[in-house]
């Protein structure tokens, strides 16, 4: 049996937990992304939660690499209660704050109200800091929850 641990984190900025992210209950989960291409038109999801979500939906890389070169590198539904997440406009660029601004604008308008969760869409060795990425993030609503995966 699957034990879920969340436990909230001080922040008076927005809804924060550590949990895992496959197991905590939600309507919606979030899966940071690149915009990046491969030459098969997939999606790269090579690691993280991006990895996670390639080997838990099949397919879901070719997907995305469908949405974004039809629909531009956003928000996308990819199945149903799993969006995809941008956080660099291109696969060079690196994550950057008006790409994760856009990006949780179109998550609100595509959730509504429902609970969804949202892994901190940052990478190891990225320029910006979570401080930064949490300002960018401060207007979220209660029922998006950004969590450090666990």
């Not at 969006?83 to 060079?92: D, E, G, K, L, N």
């Not at 990006?103 to 990478?123: C, F, N, W, Y």
Request: glycine residues 6%; charged residues 20%; negative net charge.
């Amino acid at each position: 049996m699957l034990r879920t641990t969340c436990s909230l984190l001080a922040n008076n900025e927005m809804n924060e937990k550590t949990c895992n992210l496959w197991s905590e209950p939600a309507d919606w989960r979030c899966i940071p992304t690149t915009g990046a291409l491969l030459d098969d038109g997939a999606a790269v999801m090579a690691s993280g939660v991006a990895l996670e979500a390639a080997q838990r939906y099949h397919h879901i890389e070719y997907d995305l690499g469908r949405l974004i070169a039809a629909r531009g590198n956003h928000v996308h539904e990819l199945r149903p209660g799993v969006a995809s997440f941008p956080i660099q406009q291109f696969a060079w660029s690196g994550p950057n704050l008006p790409t994760i601004e856009r990006s949780a604008r179109e998550l609100m308008t595509l959730v509504g109200d429902a609970k969804t969760l949202l892994p901190r869409p940052i990478t190891p060795g990225a320029s910006l800091t979570w401080e930064e990425i949490a300002a960018a993030l401060s207007f979220l609503p209660d029922n998006i929850v950004v969590i450090q995966h666990s």
